[in-house]
């Protein structure tokens, strides 16, 4: 229900929870989720992405971290506050 909720896939399922595919345009689209019984008791979602090595980090990560904060929030208002979330 999460994976169609968010329009994500199923990539890999078994006893203990899934692989699923974000539909984040990221270099690492992967998630992990655990749970039984069609409850997810948490979720491990992977956010990469690359910059130019031409541009300073003194730009480039000012970027990331408001692009992490909106993925974050976002996620929040869907999952709930997470245990752990770090640009």
Same mark, same amino acid.
């Given at each position: 229900?999460?994976? @169609?909720? !968010? +329009?994500?896939?199923?990539?890999? #399922?078994?006893?203990? +929870? !899934? /692989?699923?595919?974000? +539909? &984040?345009?990221? +270099? ?15 979720? /491990?979602? %992977?956010? /990469?992405?690359?910059?130019?090595? @031409? $541009?300073?980090? $003194?730009?480039?990560?000012? #970027? &990331? =971290?408001?692009?992490? $904060?909106? &993925?974050? =929030?976002? %996620? $929040? !208002? #869907? #999952?709930?506050? !997470?245990?752990? @979330?770090?640009?």
């Amino acid at each position: 229900p999460f994976c @169609a909720q !968010a +329009g994500w896939e199923v990539v890999e #399922l078994d006893q203990t +929870g !899934a /692989s699923i595919r974000t +539909g &984040l345009r990221v +270099g690492r689209p992967e998630s992990i989720m655990f749970g039984r019984q069609h409850r997810m008791d948490w979720i /491990s979602i %992977f956010v /990469s992405d690359v910059a130019d090595d @031409a $541009t300073p980090m $003194t730009v480039v990560r000012p #970027l &990331l =971290v408001e692009g992490f $904060t909106n &993925l974050d =929030v976002a %996620f $929040t !208002a #869907l #999952l709930g506050t !997470a245990t752990s @979330a770090e640009p």
